[in-house]
């Protein structure tokens, strides 16, 4: 598994919806890639910090483009 595919895969992986080959071969590039492993930790760092976010106080319009740029995102 290179890097990118790493990248693509994160989300799954984090869900736990990877099969068993995939997850190896995920698992296998993380102790080999230094900067995967930091991807992966600002990923989860990210999605945790998110979860905290009461989305009732966001301003709408943030909320908004906030919204639009992780739809977009790839």
């Not at 979860?51 to 977009?72: E, I, Q, Y």
């Amino acid at each position: 598994m290179d890097c990118n595919q790493l990248v693509e895969l994160v989300t799954a992986y984090l869900e736990g919806a990877l099969d068993l080959d995939t997850r190896a071969r995920f698992d296998i590039h993380l102790t080999e890639c230094d900067g995967c492993e930091n991807y992966l930790q600002q990923f989860r760092t990210t999605v945790d910090t998110l979860g905290r976010v009461d989305a009732g106080r966001l301003d709408p319009a943030l909320r908004d483009r906030l919204m639009s740029a992780f739809r977009n995102w790839k």
